[in-house]
């Protein structure tokens, strides 16, 4: 049966090999399809931590995720990954072209998906602009482009994918506010019944999300709507007012 992208931590404890504590403590929730769900929490608190454990980067010490209710750690990177698309929190270019790069995901996408693909991301002027279009050279690791060009390639990469997961870590921090918005309204309209979770720095980029949840020293603090977190969430108060 085709995937749905039902996203589940239950009681997830996950800490890196050598460390002494874990950075993720008994963390359960549930991601659903058509759905935003924001991750917020101050630096460190464990929030890429907890998304890359979705596409399986790393697999928690106790606990389980699962997608449409079957354990991921019973499913290949591979398999994962035909499900979920992450754009990390280092966006990555490979050396090759604009196109390449953006059909990584999916070999079969046209030019037609990929400028979609790119408009959706705002980075359409931007390889409009570009001598070759989307045959433009990329050197390895993006080093040829600006950290916040790399992140709509990376956006655009995970919109050709058409995944039914969609993992944003802190994907629009190098966007100026206008653009962000932008970009998030494209999102919405063409993520239609897919999982969307994100990561953000900017608590304006994420106060309309379905769900909110606060991450504090690997423990989920608080969850809720913007408005239920403001009246009674002191962590999140303070997110917002940092
Ligand atoms: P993160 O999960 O990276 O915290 P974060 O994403 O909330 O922080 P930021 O807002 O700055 O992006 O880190 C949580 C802890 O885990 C931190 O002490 C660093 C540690 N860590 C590792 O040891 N190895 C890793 O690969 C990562 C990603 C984090
Ligand atoms: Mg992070």
């Known amino acids: 049966t085709p995937a749905v992208g039902l996203v589940e931590f239950r009681n997830v404890t996950f800490g890196y090999p050598g460390a002494e504590r874990p950075v993720l403590d008994n963390v359960s929730f549930t991601a659903e399809p058509g759905k935003t769900t924001a991750i917020v929490g101050s630096t460190g608190a464990g929030k890429t931590s907890l998304i890359n454990l979705i596409p399986r980067l790393y697999d928690p010490q106790q606990g ?26 280092k966006p990555y270019l490979f050396s090759g072209t604009i196109a390449s790069n953006l ?17 959706v991301a705002q980075g359409e002027d931007f390889v409009r602009n570009k001598a070759k279009g989307l045959d433009d050279p990329i050197s390895q690791g993006g080093t040829n482009v600006s950290g916040g060009q790399r992140q709509r390639l990376c ?4 919109l050709v994918a058409k995944p039914r997961v969609y993992l944003f870590d802190d994907s629009f921090s190098a966007l100026d506010v206008s653009t962000d918005a932008r970009l998030r309204e494209a999102l919405g309209e063409v993520t239609g019944d897919a999982t969307v979770i994100i990561v953000a720095q900017r608590v304006s980029s994420i106060t309309d999300a379905d769900q909110i949840l606060v991450v504090d020293d690997g423990v989920i603090v608080g969850r809720g709507t913007h408005e239920e977190l403001v009246e009674r969430n002191e962590t999140y108060r303070q997110i917002v007012e940092s």
Do not use: K, M, N
């Open 64 to 89: 389980e995720v699962l997608i449409d209710g079957v354990p991921v750690s019973s499913l290949t990177r591979a398999q994962v990954s035909s499900v979920v698309g992450l754009v990390s929190q």
């Open 103 to 119: 059909r990584f995901g999916r070999a079969s996408a046209t030019d037609d998906d990929l400028w979609e693909a790119l408009r």
């Open 155 to 158: 956006i655009a990469r995970a």
